[in-house]
């Protein structure tokens, strides 16, 4: 099982990570991002799907045109799921790939 972050982590790493907003139902985060055209927005998706994948962590998403919404959570942690590492591991990798 992996580790939850805990309250005080979870708004450590959100500080670090502008634009990522805190979801507490589902202890998840999220950020919404706009391409100028859909090849572009494959494209960002396309290097992202490739670090998860080498990651073994996949994030959910989705995407209409030049919009692409992803969400982070980690379904193996705590009890129920919620924010861990892994999630502020690959938003930064996002942030890094965008």
């Known amino acids: 099982m992996v580790a ?9 790493a959100l500080a670090t990570l502008p634009g990522w907003e805190y979801d507490s139902k589902r ?3 999220s ?8 090849t572009e927005a494959y494209a ?4 992202v799907a490739i ?14 045109y030049n919009n ?3 969400t982070l ?6 009890e129920n799921g919620g924010l861990s590492q ?7 990798k996002i942030e890094e790939i965008l």
Request: charged share 35%; no cysteine; aromatic share 12%.
């Open 4 to 12: 939850q972050l805990n309250d005080a982590e979870r708004q450590a």
């Open 27 to 29: 202890d998840a985060i």
């Open 31 to 38: 950020r919404k991002f706009k391409f100028a055209d859909f």
């Open 44 to 47: 960002f998706m396309t290097r």
């Open 51 to 64: 670090y998860a994948e080498k990651a073994d962590h996949h994030p959910e998403w989705f995407n209409v």
């Open 68 to 70: 692409v919404d992803i």
């Open 73 to 78: 959570t980690t379904h193996d942690a705590g």
């Open 86 to 92: 892994r999630d502020i591991d690959l938003a930064m």
